[in-house]
Each structure stands twice: as C-alpha cells, then as structure tokens.
C-alpha cells in the first residue's frame, strides 16, 4: 500500500471519530440538561450565584435609603401609562440617591429609559469603510440599526423567533466567538414555566446585551422553550454601561427578545454593568418573577428594585 493511500485512510479514521464525538457530545448535553453552562464565560446562573454583601449603589447602611412604596395592585390604565409612570419615579429616585453620601462615579439605581424611539432608516448613516459592509451583513440577517446610538436591534417579528430557546445555543456560543455572561430565571405562572433570559457581553466583533421571554408547558422537556408570542410579550427596556460610561439603551417597548449590538467593540462581560427593566402586566406575575429572584439569592435594594409592577435587575 502506497503512501497516499495509508494517508487517506489515516484522516478517513480521524474524521470518523472527531463526528462520533461531537455526535456524542451533544448527545450528552441533550440528555443532561444540567451539565450544560449557563454563561461561557464566567456566567451566572440560577444555582450559582452569589449576591454581594454590601449595597452596591450607597456606602450608607441600606436602611437610610427609603425604599419607593410598593404597591400590588395593577394600574386602572395600560401598561405605556405605567411605562411613564415609571420614568417619573425614576426621576425621583435617582435624585434621592445621587447625593453627597454617593460615592463618584456610582450609578442611580433605576436607569433613565428612552421614549422607545429609534431612526432606524437603516441607511448605516454614520459607518463607513468595513464598518458599512459589515453592517451590510448585518441587515441582511434581519436586524435593524438605530443610526443615534449606532446600534444594531433585533424586531419583534424576526426569523429567530421561530426556533425558541435551548441552552445548547449558550453551550455552543463560545464555537461561533461569541463570550458573554447569562442569567436565566425561572417562575411558573398561570399553568406555564416562564423563563426570563439575561445577557451581557461579546458577540464575534460586536459588544451588547439581550433580554428574552420564554415559556413552555409544565412537565414537557426541559431543554426546550418557545417565545412569547405578541399577546404574551413584556414590555421592557435595558441600560448598558461600560464602566461608568452608559453604552447603549433599549426600549421600553413590548418584546420578547429586546437586543442591541454595537459594531467593533470587544468588551469583556465583567467590564459591563446591565440594568434590566421588566414592566410586567400584572401584579401575580411580578410576584412569581419577584419571588423567584429572592429563590436565587437576590436582595431587594441590592440587586433588584421593584416599583409596583416594573423590576429592574442590575447585574455586574
């Protein structure tokens, strides 16, 4: 037998067992859901997190922050109305915290949301060069771009919201360059198993974050979530800093993957701060949501505020 042929025969082998082992990898984290991680690259997730045991918005003692009234019971208007109620206690209290006790450079616990506008002629005014044809790309994925801030955002009616959610998607990120942190959580309401998805960090050669709704029925396999469809999304909004220097902002609007995407920024996911919005619909649901976030170790003044029906996370 010749050289080549001993050759061809060597990688026919060394092919062979390289797709049994993938074969067999994703075999294994199909049928072991939990061996599967939730963040790639140092993520958080529902079992391990840790809250901080300091307050991390105020050197003062928690106490001498007066929490915002809280309130149960669901606004007699719609939920835009409540949108602009929130933005108005937002004010509010980022003006009580911001105040000489702050330390510089610490951040108001409630982010200023926009009016959920975008300019999304999509004519990549501002790019130019390889930023342009990357860009270019980019729509033709079906995302949009927000020429204000330069980023790129996924629609409500967009081709990935027909394949739901599974954490091999997560499991598999860091294969396509993607690094980023996630959160998952997790509560059961009206007879369905919600998921509500954080993330923050590198996607390939951009920088940016999500938040997505999910559910599926109790008892059906726990690898695999669909989307909320339109009369199920959440109206949420997101602020994304870098350091102490605001990066970008979503919404609020009604959604079920809320994203942003800024082209050209490599930013590891330690170095961002999220802080996630939800305005739930209803006050049961802001409970489950409420109570499953205290089932993961989180404080309330800490690591989450909730006014009323509206939560907001904050995540470094």
């Not at 079906?142 to 204000?148: I, V, W």
């Not at 993961?296 to 989450?304: A, R, S, V």
Request: aromatic share 14%.
């Amino acid at each position: 037998m010749d050289s080549k042929k001993k050759k061809a025969i060597i990688w026919s082998v060394v092919a062979v067992v390289l797709l049994l082992a993938v074969a067999g990898l994703v075999w294994f984290m199909v049928e072991n859901p939990d061996s599967i991680p939730t963040g790639n690259d140092g993520g958080i997730d529902e079992i391990t997190y840790q809250t901080p045991q300091t307050n991390v918005f105020t050197t003062e003692p928690e106490s001498t922050t007066p929490a915002p009234e809280i309130t149960t019971e669901k606004p007699t208007t719609e939920v835009e109305s409540y949108v602009e109620q929130f933005m108005a206690e937002a004010n509010t209290y980022s003006q009580t915290v911001e105040v000489t006790t702050t330390p510089a450079g610490e951040k108001p616990f409630f982010h200023i949301v926009t009016d959920g506008t975008v300019t999304d002629d999509n004519s990549l005014e501002g790019l130019d060069g390889a930023l342009k044809t990357v860009g270019q790309v980019i729509l033709a994925a079906g995302f949009r771009y927000d020429k204000e801030q330069r980023i790129f955002y996924s629609e409500t009616q967009s081709w990935q919201r027909n394949f739901g959610f599974t954490p091999i998607y997560d499991a598999a990120a860091a294969f396509t360059g993607m690094y980023y942190d996630t959160m998952r959580i997790k509560f059961n309401y009206e007879n369905l198993d919600w998921m509500f998805q954080i993330w923050k960090g590198r996607y390939g050669i951009t920088t940016g974050a999500e938040m997505g709704v999910y559910h599926k029925d109790p008892g059906t396999d726990a690898n695999f979530y669909v989307c909320a469809e339109d009369e199920e999304r959440i109206t949420m909004s997101f602020a994304l800093y870098k350091g102490d220097e605001l990066f970008m902002t979503r919404g609020p609007e009604p959604h079920w993957w809320l994203t942003g995407f800024k082209l050209f920024e490599m930013i590891s996911p330690k170095d961002l701060t999220l802080h996630a919005t939800f305005f739930m619909e209803d006050a049961g649901m802001a409970d489950a949501l409420e109570n499953s976030l205290e089932d993961l170790g989180f404080k309330k003044g800490i690591n989450y505020q909730r006014l009323g029906l509206t939560m907001t996370i904050i995540w470094r």
